[in-house]
C-alpha cells in the first residue's frame, strides 16, 4: 500500500515561529526582506568534519525533471530528509525520495541550527554541487515555508539575490509554478498542487555579506563561506529571488543544506 500523503506541518507554535535573534546579522540594504548572514556558523574545522561524511550518506541521487515535456536529469545531486514519518514531498513536480531516519551527523547539525536560531524544522534538503559547473537557476521558494535557513559546507560559491521587478507591494505574489526557474530554465509545470501534498521547487539558496550599508539594492551578490548560515523569512521569498550561478573555476564542492518550516497554506 503506498504511503499516504499529507500537507507538510508543523504541530505546535514553532510552525510560525520566526527568528527573531539575529538582527545583527541583518542585511539592511535588502528592501522588503527579511536576510540573514552569520559568516562562521560553524567552525572550519566542524566544516571539514561534516562535509566527508555528510558526502559518504547513502540518500544521494540526482532528480529526473520535465523541462518543455522532455525528461533530463539535473545536474546537482540531493539527498532530503524529514521528521514527520507521513510527509511527501515534490519537486520540481517529481515526487522527492524522502527519508525519515536521520543519521547521527545530519541530526548533529539540524540540532543545533535550530538551538542556535530557536526555531523547529521539519525539513532539511541537501544539494551537492561537485564543481563550478553545476549551479542552481533563478528561482523563488514558495512563500509558505516561513523560515529558511542554509548551511554551506565545501568550495566557496558565489549567490545572487535580485529584486522581482513584476512585484510591487500592492501586486499579488507570483505563484511558483510561474516563476520557479530549474537549471536556468522555465518550469513548464501549470498544474495547481494536490491538497494532499506539499511542494517544494529548487533549493533556497545562501549567502555571505560583509558589513551591510544603508543603500537600498536591488541585485546583491556575495561569497558563501564554508560554515556561513543564512536565514530568510518574512516576506523576502515575495520580493525577491536567488540563485547560484555557473563558476567554471571552482574545482572543488560544494553541500548547502536547506531546512525549512513546510506548513499548510
Excluded at 559568516?39 to 525533471?65: G, H, M, N, R, V
Excluded at 523569512?233 to 553541500?255: A, C, D, L, N
Aim: hydrophobic share 30%; net charge neutral; proline share 7%.
Amino acid at each position: 500500500m503506498p504511503r499516504p500523503t499529507k500537507r507538510a506541518r508543523l504541530e505546535n507554535s514553532d510552525a510560525f515561529a520566526q527568528v527573531s535573534n539575529l538582527e545583527e546579522y541583518r542585511m539592511k540594504e535588502l528592501p522588503d526582506s527579511e536576510v540573514y548572514y552569520i559568516p562562521s556558523f560553524i567552525s572550519e574545522e566542524l566544516s571539514e568534519e561534516w562535509y566527508p561524511a555528510l558526502l559518504e550518506l547513502d540518500s544521494w541521487y540526482q532528480p529526473k525533471l520535465k523541462v518543455y515535456g522532455r525528461e533530463v536529469t539535473q545536474s546537482r545531486k540531493i539527498a532530503a530528509y524529514s521528521t514527520d514519518p507521513d510527509l511527501i514531498l515534490k519537486y520540481s513536480g517529481q515526487t522527492v525520495d524522502m527519508k525519515y531516519e536521520y543519521p547521527p551527523v545530519l541530526r548533529a547539525i539540524q540540532d543545533q541550527v535550530e538551538e542556535r536560531l530557536g526555531v523547529k524544522f521539519n525539513h532539511v534538503m541537501l544539494n551537492l554541487y561537485e564543481d563550478g559547473k553545476v549551479y542552481i537557476g533563478t528561482h523563488r521558494d514558495h512563500i509558505e515555508n516561513k523560515v529558511i535557513a542554509s548551511l554551506s559546507l565545501g568550495a566557496p560559491r558565489t549567490f545572487t539575490m535580485m529584486r522581482d521587478s513584476k512585484v510591487s507591494k500592492t501586486s499579488k505574489t507570483p505563484t511558483s509554478s510561474e516563476d520557479i526557474r530549474q537549471d536556468g530554465k522555465p518550469s513548464t509545470s501549470t498544474h495547481k498542487r494536490p491538497r494532499d501534498t506539499h511542494d517544494i521547487e529548487l533549493e533556497a539558496g545562501s549567502s555571505e555579506s560583509s558589513t551591510p550599508t544603508p543603500v537600498s539594492l536591488n541585485r546583491k551578490s556575495w561569497i558563501l563561506a564554508p560554515g556561513s548560515l543564512v536565514v530568510m523569512q518574512g516576506e523576502t521569498q515575495k520580493y525577491w529571488k536567488h540563485e547560484i550561478p555557473k563558476e567554471p573555476k571552482v574545482t572543488s564542492g560544494r553541500i548547502s543544506l536547506t531546512f525549512r518550516q513546510l506548513v499548510s497554506s
